[in-house]
């Protein structure tokens, strides 16, 4: 049984952009670490890219380059259902 079927909430200490958060949640440890450590990445490569910018115009940027990506692939699923529904006839 996976904590999301029982509704359990896991605690996850994860390191963000040389800040240390709680992450509270229904998935796994690991899964949360994962994307704690995607959101860092992003962080630090848009720092790299804009060293003139403070901690919170970076993840706001960085929170604007994930939803664009979200919405791209969100469009993406989309068109693949489509298809996928043109070929079953």
Do not use: F, W
Request: charged share 30%; net charge negative; proline share 1%.
């Amino acid at each position: 049984m996976s904590l999301a079927d029982n509704n359990q909430k896991t605690r996850t200490a994860v390191d963000i952009y040389g800040q240390t958060y709680t992450i509270v949640g229904s998935e796994t440890s690991s899964h949360m670490r994962l994307v704690a450590s995607m959101v860092d990445d992003k962080m630090r490569e848009i720092s790299e890219r804009n060293p003139y910018l403070d901690s919170a115009k970076i993840a706001v940027l960085t929170a604007v380059n994930c939803v664009h990506d979200y919405l791209k692939l969100k469009e993406q699923v989309e068109q693949m259902e489509e298809e996928l529904q043109k070929l079953k006839g």
